[in-house]
């Protein structure tokens, strides 16, 4: 059963760089069959979809913060990493990491989330 | 951008059939997901490839997709089922796409 755990700060400054990092566990990050995702959900609200990084280490983005955030991973350490820049009081959320099918793209793992919240 | 629709809220009496539905154009060309979220809980994928179940997801749940529309179906439904529901499809412009969510609320 593969498990998946988010790290990092709980509080950002404004204009500073949002960092997470999910560790995975149960499972090898680099196996052939999923890629590595960020989502976050802002309080009360839907499910945005981040980015994805594959075990290669191929990157997609949402369009919407593309030019703002960077995903990487370390096979060594079975872990993929989240950077989001500029951050806002609109980036306070709660951010989940994910594993994604690569054939046909669904979630089927998921970390249990960290509030980060955006505050001086 | 690709765009999911989904109604915000949807109601269900115990033990009927609660359908909530998810509309994006062409959707049916695509697989679409459903993901149950319960209060402080992170989200649980209860259907993939339109219609599949993982395992340990109750079989009153089940899935369908064509045309412009994406229907989870909770047949039987239970004040456990009480949730916000997500639907979500792969496009190739915009890649990753969740609907907004629909509460399902069993009175």
């Known amino acids: 059963q593969v498990q998946l755990q988010e790290s990092g700060p709980g509080l950002v400054k404004p204009s500073q760089t949002l960092s997470l990092t999910c560790t995975v566990s149960?499972?090898?990050?680099?196996?052939?069959?999923?890629?590595w995702s960020w989502i976050r959900q802002p309080a009360g609200r839907g499910l945005e979809w981040i980015g994805r990084i594959y075990p290669s280490g191929s990157t997609d983005y949402s369009p919407a913060l593309k030019s703002r955030v960077t995903i990487s991973i370390d096979t060594s350490k079975n872990q993929f990493s989240l950077e989001l820049t500029s951050v806002t009081a609109a980036d306070t959320a709660v951010y989940y990491c994910a594993s994604g099918d690569m054939g046909t793209h669904y979630f089927d793992y998921w970390g249990q989330g960290t509030l980060v919240t955006v505050s001086s | 951008s690709y765009e999911l629709t989904q109604p915000p809220s949807v109601s269900v009496s115990p033990g009927q059939t609660a359908s909530i539905t998810c509309s994006g154009d062409?959707?049916?060309?695509?697989?679409a997901s459903w993901y149950q979220q319960r209060p402080g809980q992170s989200p649980v994928l209860v259907i993939y490839?339109?219609?599949k179940r993982p395992s340990g997801i109750p079989d009153r749940f089940s899935g369908s997709n064509s045309g412009n529309t994406a229907t989870l179906t909770v047949s039987g439904t239970q004040a456990i089922d009480e949730a916000d529901y997500y639907c979500?499809?792969?496009?190739?412009?915009?890649?990753?796409?969740f609907g907004g969510g629909t509460k399902l609320t069993v009175l």
């Open positions: 979500q499809a792969w496009d190739s412009t915009s890649s990753v796409v």
């Open positions: 490839q339109d219609n």
């Open positions: 149960g499972g090898s990050i680099s196996s052939g069959s999923y890629y």
């Open positions: 062409k959707l049916g060309d695509k697989y």
